[in-house]
């Protein structure tokens, strides 16, 4: 715990046998309560890793894709008691050592979420972020930016975290399944007022991260323009889905199915 709050790392896995021990092993254990894995139908060795490994695994039935992922996380965090939740890809794309920084940052309520950026300062070349999506991640953000009227460094982090009451109350069963999820989920916090707060992370590009393709990336790249735009719709009072309606909350009441639950 820290300041009395319970940590939950959670991690929505993807074939990610070859890098989810090396992920594990530098998460700082003293600062954390639990670590809960969804495994999205891997056809590798990803959930027997992970029991060996004591985490607490989840794995689902059939793909449910990166947002659905996520949702499974969500709820497991949250019937875990979680009152803050980081978000950790199991790639070992992100320094598991910011942990402790990030959950500091909401355990003593100076923001509701925080996301570790690879844009404040020079590390994402340098980690190897292929140039193009350097330049897509850019402008992407100066986009959303300007039709939000927000001044983050990034939207487009795998690597951040929550409170328990973000993820409570808003409707993120009606965020998408697939990749703009993270998207959808930084809109919605900025659209009901709640305080986003970042710190600076190194990040590493190499053969076993996992990284979405060009063709997928340009479709990524066009919904983040359409969802700016209907923040903006919506800001100016018209009805927009997702933004304007109170919409689904997180389901709490569906069955996960666990693979392994760690010893209390």
């Known amino acids: 715990m820290i300041n009395g709050k319970k940590v939950v790392v ?3 896995a993807y074939n990610a046998e070859k ?6 092993n530098e ?5 954390v309560d639990e670590i809960i894995l969804v495994d999205d139908f891997s056809d590798d060795e990803t959930k027997e890793i992970a029991k060996r490994l004591n985490i607490t695994t989840i794995v689902h039935e059939k793909n449910l894709g990166y947002g659905g992922n996520q949702k499974s996380c969500y709820r497991a965090a949250l019937k875990a008691g979680a009152d803050i939740v980081i978000m950790l890809h199991p790639d070992y ?3 598991p050592k910011l942990i402790p920084a990030i959950a500091s940052m909401m355990a003593f309520g100076e923001y509701d979420a925080v996301i570790a950026s690879r844009m404040l300062g020079n ?9 193009y999506k350097f330049i897509s991640n850019r402008f992407l953000t100066e986009f959303q930016n300007f039709v939000i009227g927000e001044k983050l460094s990034e939207y487009h982090t795998g690597f951040r975290g929550f409170t328990r009451e973000i993820l409570e109350s ?19 916090i900025l659209y009901n007022g709640y305080k986003i707060g970042e710190i600076s992370c190194p990040t590493k ?19 983040v323009l359409l969802v700016s735009l209907k923040y ?14 109170p919409g689904k909350k997180l389901e709490l009441n569906k069955e996960l199915n666990y693979y392994y639950k760690k010893a209390c």
């Open 19 to 24: 890098t989810l021990e090396k992920t594990y």
């Open 170 to 188: 808003l409707p993120l069963e009606d965020c998408s399944d697939d990749f703009i999820f993270d998207n959808q989920m930084l809109a919605l």
């Open 93 to 95: 794309q992100y320094t």
């Open 123 to 131: 590390s994402a070349l340098k980690g190897g972020m292929p140039l």
């Open 205 to 223: 590009y190499f053969k076993e991260a996992s990284s979405i393709n060009f063709v997928r990336s340009c479709k990524y790249g066009l919904e």
């Open 232 to 245: 903006r719709l919506a800001k100016c009072k018209l009805p927009v889905k997702l933004f304007s309606s």
């Open 27 to 31: 998460i700082y254990q003293n600062f």
């Open 10 to 12: 959670i991690m929505p």
